[in-house]
C-alpha cells in the first residue's frame, strides 16, 4: 500500500522539482522511502513518483518506480496471487532480481499487455510508461479499493492517488465543479467519475486508461470488468447447502490471500457478522492467534467491544479493546478536510481513523469486513423496500402525499420512543421523500440522498444539473431484475466506492496502515451476485448465507443482535460541543462571500435545527464538512 502521483506535459513546463513536491504531500502514505523519476520524451516531460509503505519485499528491490527493460512502473496495493502468477512467468523464462508484487506486474505486462489484469486477485491502482511504445498505460482495480484520480487539461495530464498532490503543480487550476458540489450535498461524496475541481476525474473501478504520447490529449478509455456481467447472469440452481459451501470455500480463499505480508497483520473485529465472519475463517485452522482489534467510545454510546470481546474470546484471538473518549473523536474533526481533500460526510470516519490509528501501534496492515452488506443485502433499507415497498406503492397518492404533509409539520425529535433510536431522525426525513414516490429508483435514490431536487434548488444559488452517476444504471437486464439486485449492484457502483472504500482507504493510509477487504475480492461478488435472492435475503432475515456460514463457529445466540454501525451523535454535537465550530464556517458574511450557497436558506435551515428539528443534523453536518473543506483547499 502506497500513494503514486505524476504527470505527461506536453507542453515542457514541468521539472524533477515539481515531482517531487508532489509526491512529499503523500507522505502520510508511504513512510518508508519516497522515489521520483524524470523523464524527457521527444514531444513531452513524463513523471512517476512513489511513496513507501513496505509490505512485501521490504527490501531495495521492491523500491520503485521501478524498472523492466523498456518499463517503468508506479504502482499502489497488492496482488495477492503475485506468487502463482510469477511462477508462471518463471516456466516461461522470466527472471526476476526480488520477490515483490511490483516486479511480478512489470514483466505480466511485458508477457501478455493489458490482458495481464485478468490474473490478478487484489486492488491496485498503477501507471506504466512503456518507453518503446510510447504510450502511459493506467488503470484501477474492479472493486475501486484503490483511488485514482486525474487532470487533463491544455496539454497537461495529472495523476495521483489523492488530489492534494495536483496543488502542488503550478499549472494545475482549481475550478470549483458546481454540479460535483450539488451531487455532495445530495450524497455525501463526489460521485465517481466526478471530481470537486473541473478537468479532473476519478478513473472507473474496472477501467483501463491508455494515453498516446505523441499526440496531446489522445487517450482512451476501456472497462475491462462490470459487476452486472455476473447480476445479468441466470441465477443457480444449487441447494443452500451446496451455496454455502462454495460460498464459505470462496471467502476462505479471500481471507487467506489477505494474510500474505512480510509485516504484521491484523483485523478489525466489530462483533457483527462480516467481521466475525472473517475472524473465524481466518483463526479456526490456525495455531497462532489472530491479532483483532474493536474500537469503542462508551461517551456517545458507541461500544461494541463487549460483543466484540466475547466473539473474540468463543474464536480465540489475541484481541485488543481500544477506546477512546469522545473529545479524542471531536479533535479529529478539523483534521478530516486535510486526509479528505473532496468534500466527505460520512461521520463515521471518525472512529474508522481512530481504530487505525491505535491499531497501528502493533500491526501495519488489517483486514475490514466491508462489502458484506452490499454483496449479501446486509442494509436496512434492503428491509425496507422488500418488506414495506410495495405495500407503500399500493397506499393511494392522496393519501401518501398527506402523510409527508404531516411528517413535515412534527419535529421528529417530538416523537416519543424513537426519537432515541439509532439513526431515527435521518430515516424520518427519508421517510417522507419515499412516501411522495414509492418506485424502487425513487426508493434507492430518496435512501441515499440527503436533500431533495426542491431543497437543492432553494439551497444552490447556480443552475442545480443531475450528473450522470451510477445511480442512474440501466445495465441490469429487465429478465434479471428485482428490487433487490437493483440496488445491491448499484450500491456496489456507488456507496461502496465513492463512500465506504474512500473511508476506509483514507483513515488507514492518514496513519500509514494497509486495509485490506476480503469481501472485496472480485470472486465474491462474481459468485454472490449469481446466488438466488432468497439465499442472501430469506423471510426477514438480511445476509442469511454469511449468517448460517458463521453459526458454525460462533453461536447464533452470541451473534443475534441488531446492527449498531458507526452512530455518530453529530446532532448533539453541533448543538452542543461543535456549536461554535458550526458557526465559525457557517455564517452569513462567508456564505455571501463564496457566492454557492443561498444564505437565507441556510439560516432558516440551522434556527430550524436548534429549535428542535434534530433530523437536520445530517444537512448541516453535510454543510460543515463542505465548509471546512472549503476554507482549507480554496482559500
Known sequence: ???????????????????????????????????????????????????????????????????????????????????????????????FKGHSDTEMILHAFAQWGDLCIEKFIGMFAFVIYDQKENNIFCVRDRAGVKPFYYYLKDGLFLFSSELKAFHQHPNFEKEIN??????????????????????????????????????VDKNESKQYWNVYDYYNKPKTTIPFQEAKIETEKILQSACEYRMV?????????????????????????????????????????????????????????????IYCTEKEAIDLIPELSFYYDEPFADSSALPTTLVSKLARKDVTVALSADAGDEIFAGYNRYDYLLRFGKKIQ?????????????????????????????????????????????????????????????????LCLFDVNHLETAYLSKELKEDCYSPLSYMMAIDYQTYLVDDILQKVDRATMAVSLEGREPFLDHRVIEWAAQLPNEYKYFEGTKKHIVKEIVHQ????????????????????????????????????KIIREQGIFNWPYIEKLKNDFYNGKKEYDVKLWYLLMFQTWYDRWMK
Open 394 to 458: 399500493q397506499v393511494p397518492s392522496f393519501a401518501r402525499h398527506s402523510v409527508a404533509s404531516i411528517m413535515h409539520l412534527v419535529p421528529s425529535n417530538s416523537i416519543p420512543v424513537f426519537k432515541h433510536k439509532y439513526n431515527f431522525h435521518n430515516r424520518y426525513e427519508k421517510l417522507k421523500n419515499i412516501l411522495r414516490d414509492p418506485s424502487s429508483e425513487r426508493i434507492m435514490l430518496s435512501l441515499s440522498q440527503q436533500f431533495t431536487d426542491s431543497q437543492m434548488e432553494k
Open 178 to 215: 458546481l454540479d460535483a458540489v450539488s451531487a455532495f450535498m445530495h450524497y455525501g461524496n463526489v460521485p465517481t467519475s466526478t471530481c470537486i475541481f473541473k478537468h479532473c476525474y476519478k478513473l472507473k473501478p474496472g477501467y483501463t486508461l491508455n494515453i498516446d504520447l505523441s499526440t
Open 553 to 588: 463457529y460462533i453461536p447464533k445466540e452470541m451473534m443475534d443482535r441488531p446492527k449498531m454501525g458507526f452512530a455518530i451523535p453529530i446532532a448533539n454535537w453541533m448543538m452542543n460541543e461543535l456549536r461554535d465550530y458550526v458557526e465559525s464556517f457557517i455564517n452569513e
Open 1 to 95: 500500500m502506497c500513494g503514486i502521483t505524476g504527470f505527461i506535459d506536453w507542453n515542457n513546463k514541468s521539472s524533477e522539482l515539481i515531482l517531487e513536491s508532489m509526491n512529499k504531500t503523500l507522505n502520510h502514505r508511504g513512510p518508508d522511502s519516497g522515489d521520483v523519476q524524470f523523464f524527457q520524451s521527444e514531444k513531452s516531460q513524463i513523471g512517476l513518483a512513489h511513496k513507501r509503505l513496505a509490505i512485501i519485499d521490504i527490501t531495495e528491490t521492491g523500491k520503485q518506480p521501478m524498472q523492466f527493460e523498456h518499463l517503468w512502473i508506479t504502482y499502489n496495493g497488492e496482488i495477492y496471487n503475485f506468487s502463482e502468477i510469477k511462477e508462471e512467468l518463471l516456466k516461461l523464462g522470466h527472471q
Open 261 to 321: 505480508a512480510d509485516v504484521p497483520v491484523g483485523v478489525f473485529l466489530s462483533g457483527g457478522y462480516d467481521s466475525a465472519c472473517v475472524t473465524a475463517l481466518l483463526q479456526k485452522d490456525r495455531t497462532e492467534k489472530l491479532k483483532t482489534y474493536t474500537i469503542g467510545v462508551p461517551d456517545i454510546g458507541l461500544n461494541e467491544a463487549p460483543y466484540a470481546k466475547d466473539v473474540a474470546n468463543h474464536l480465540g484471538t489475541d484481541h485488543t479493546e
